[in-house]
């Protein structure tokens, strides 16, 4: 298997020893799938950053943990590919860890096997449920900087939140369903909330944001609740389907956990209308849902800002960038069919 990296870069990209990569580069056996799997990743991974070689700086290696859908975890990936280059002088590399539907026992082991291999630093998007905390924990006092990415786990020993202000964007669609759906009439309205789980807090504090707003200043508008669907499409599909015969008032969707078209399925399967939809995050799923203008709008935010400054975290906890910097939350973007921006046209 022909490559131009060191067996070292190799092996700490896919946390495995040097024995290991030389059997799979070589073509001995004795080594299971998923290891060789891991060795090919980290060897893709290496070259989508190779751009970097050459830049004269520290070189910081970051684990990248994730529970989230495939769709985002793209979008994430290629934000933090595209800030890496801007981080001159210093080189990033990234491992990732990425999961759909991972049981907090596996995501444990994951963060655990980080602190025993080694790191500079963890992103983190993980549920905010004590296993985690404690996990966090045990790799801060291994000297490992975390850094949580879009939902918070605040009462844990991380070292910062980068992402949206996630109140703010319930209080923003809030705002959004209610002029759409317009003033109190006599036929009920009703707003349907979509989050993949209870367990992560950037989901909850959106949906607290959005009840405040609508009780204080949209009390005609009855909200309704679905969760636990992860984000994966049947799940979704059959917990909206449900909840939608129990609710005939429900004519919009704030969706803050995805599966934007398993929901939209839901309602075409009993030939109800969504006059209003409002999703989160401009990934291969939004953009043609946007387009088609089966989603009024799409509540964005600048990843690749987000990803330096999580960058700029971990450099911090060395001591390679100056500590103790204000770190403001990304600002949230109302994205219609008429003002993506340049890079999703």
């Known amino acids: 298997m022909a490559h131009p990296h060191l067996l070292k870069d190799i092996a700490s990209q896919a ?69 890496m280059p801007g981080l ?22 994951m963060l655990d096997k980080i602190a025993q291999q080694g790191s500079h630093g963890v992103l983190l998007k993980a549920p905010d449920v004590p296993e985690v905390v404690q996990a966090v924990a045990r790799l801060q006092r291994q000297g490992i900087p975390v850094v949580t990415l879009v939902t918070d786990v605040p009462g844990s020993a991380r070292r910062a939140y980068v992402g949206m202000d996630n109140r703010a964007a319930g209080h923003t669609a809030a705002y959004l369903v209610a002029q759409w759906l317009g003033p109190a009439t006599q036929a009920p309205a009703g707003v349907l909330i979509s989050i993949s789980s ?18 204080d200043r949209y009390p005609h508008i009855a909200v309704h609740e679905v969760s636990e669907g992860l984000g994966l499409h049947e799940a979704t599909v059959g917990l909206v389907r449900q909840r939608l015969r129990l609710c005939p008032e429900v004519q919009a969707v704030y969706s803050i956990g995805g599966a934007n078209a398993a929901i939209l399925e839901a309602f075409a399967q009993l030939q109800r209308p969504c006059r209003v939809f409002i999703a989160h995050d401009l990934d291969a799923d ?12 799409v509540l964005h935010h600048d990843l690749q800002q987000d990803m330096r ?16 910097l204000p770190l403001p939350t990304s600002s949230v973007q109302v994205v219609t069919p008429f003002n993506l921006p340049q890079h999703s046209l």
């Open 309 to 324: 400054q999580a960058c700029f975290q971990v450099m911090a906890a060395h001591g390679a960038a100056p500590a103790g």
């Open 198 to 215: 209870n367990h992560f807090r950037g989901e909850e504090e959106r949906e607290i944001g959005f009840r405040q707003a609508i009780r």
């Open 88 to 109: 001159h002088p210093a080189i990033f590399r990234a491992r990732y860890h990425l999961a759909e539907d991972l049981p907090v026992a596996q995501l444990v082991a």
């Open 15 to 83: 946390g495995t020893s040097l024995a290991t990569v030389d059997r799979v580069l070589n073509q001995r056996g004795g080594v299971r799938q998923h290891t060789v799997r891991r060795v090919e990743q980290a060897l893709q991974e290496l070259e989508r950053q190779k751009s970097q070689v050459g830049l004269v700086g520290r070189k910081f290696l970051v684990d990248v943990v994730m529970q989230t859908p495939e769709r985002f975890s793209k979008l994430v990936r290629g934000a933090l590919e595209q800030a």
């Open 286 to 297: 939004n953009l043609p849902l946007l387009r088609a203008g089966r989603l009024q709008a």
